[in-house]
């Protein structure tokens, strides 16, 4: 497998969860200032220019939270991922969607409002709203299912990205979780260059 891979992007998605299964992968970076993705042979790999993409056999797949739905999947042995068709694969999709549809658009916008102080403040709310679900979710538990899963790679670096802009203050029980989530060897190991 081929992931194609640029450092502190959402690429670090997969390279998290690669590394937490700790099955063989080859990194291709991009170096993203000299417009790498942008040029003709990585846009015939990913249609917009964008990382991370991975490549497995003839399969191309792009989407952060598909790629790591797809590899936890892949490899059921290693139980990143509850069995299909139970309660707890429900939850799975609830988090892994929760974090695209709804987490990651509000952590954005704090990011784009971050030099409008008026607009930054309603932003801020619109975080609050949704740290206040996870808050409440992550409360007396490691993580958002029984055990850990792809589901707290995809929110949980969401809220890394949300602890560094400052965004966790007043949210102890996401201080707690991000903490641990840095803590994990997979994710040392994703981090490392
Ligand atoms: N929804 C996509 C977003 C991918 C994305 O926008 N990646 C950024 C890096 S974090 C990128 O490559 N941007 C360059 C561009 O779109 O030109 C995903 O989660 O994979």
Known sequence: MKLYYAPQTRALRPRWLLEELGVPYEIIRLDMSKGEHKKPDYLAVHPHGAVPALVDGDT?????????????DKFPEKRLAPAPGTPARGLYYQWLFYAMATLEPAVLECFLQKDDSVKLAKAKQGFGE??????KTLAGRQFL?????????????????????????GYPSLQAYAGRLTERPAFARARKD
């Open 60 to 72: 191309t797949l792009i989407e952060s939270a598909a790629i790591c739905a797809y590899l936890a």
């Open 130 to 135: 949704v740290a206040a679900v996870l808050e």
């Open 145 to 169: 299912l029984e055990e850990f899963s792809a589901a707290d790679v995809v929110v949980g670096s969401m809220l890394l990205w949300s602890r560094m802009m400052g965004l966790l203050e």
